[in-house]
């Protein structure tokens, strides 16, 4: 049975591709090779290949296996760390709507 294939928006194509550009820029600036990296991250130098051009078909613990190679993995904590809409959301109640309350007598009470 074969893997279905990410579908992603060109939007996200885009994010993915830069981050991926942005891990081999990482990677240079330490005067890593990809086989070092493979090799540390316990990966094979195919898969930092698909990491460094930002493919989705690559699963993101291996993303984070190359990030903690590189002493990055800490930036992953940064994701939606400033979220601002949602925030603003929570403090409005949008994202918490209340129950409506209990009818009485609906179950013999």
Same mark, same amino acid.
């Given at each position: 049975m074969?893997r279905?294939?990410? *579908?992603?928006?060109?939007?996200?194509n @885009?994010v993915?591709?830069?981050?991926?550009e +942005? *891990? &081999?820029?990482a990677?240079? @600036?330490?005067?890593? %090779? #990809? $086989? =070092? *990296? #493979?090799?540390? !991250? +316990?990966?094979?130098r195919?898969?930092v290949? =698909?990491i $460094?051009k930002?493919s989705? !078909?690559?699963s993101?613990? %291996?993303?984070?296996?190359?990030?903690?190679?590189?002493?990055?993995?800490s930036?992953?904590?940064?994701? !939606?760390a $400033?979220?601002a809409?949602?925030? &603003?959301? =929570?403090? *409005?109640e949008?994202? +918490?709507k &209340? @129950? !409506?309350? &209990?009818r009485?007598?609906?179950?013999? %009470?």
């Amino acid at each position: 049975m074969g893997r279905n294939k990410a *579908i992603l928006l060109p939007k996200l194509n @885009r994010v993915l591709t830069s981050l991926g550009e +942005n *891990i &081999k820029l990482a990677r240079l @600036r330490r005067k890593l %090779s #990809a $086989e =070092q *990296i #493979a090799e540390r !991250a +316990n990966l094979t130098r195919y898969v930092v290949s =698909q990491i $460094e051009k930002g493919s989705p !078909a690559v699963s993101v613990g %291996s993303y984070l296996q190359v990030l903690f190679v590189l002493g990055l993995e800490s930036d992953l904590m940064k994701v !939606a760390a $400033e979220d601002a809409l949602g925030r &603003k959301l =929570q403090d *409005i109640e949008l994202t +918490n709507k &209340k @129950r !409506a309350p &209990k009818r009485a007598g609906l179950h013999g %009470s």
